[in-house]
């Protein structure tokens, strides 16, 4: 089974939270595998919410963390769009 990059990036956020059921994730596996830019995609994404938790771990005000996730969401809109 096949999935479209803009599918695997609407999973992508729930993939990185480990929060996809089991076939899901197995098709994006699939996926990711096989695809240069959603990988790159992912590995973007993993870094940015390292950089998150890491930041939030030094106490990181609300307001900051909303922004950032907000930054977040609109990345993943623009590569949706894109
Ligand atoms: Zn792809």
Known sequence: ?????????????????????????????????GCGACEEFLATYRATTTLCKKALAKEMPESLANKLHAFIQQTVGAVKKG
């Open 1 to 33: 089974m096949t999935a479209s990059c803009k599918h695997c990036i609407d999973l992508l956020v729930d993939y990185v939270d480990g929060a996809l059921p089991p076939d899901q994730q197995s098709t994006l596996d699939g996926h990711l595998h």
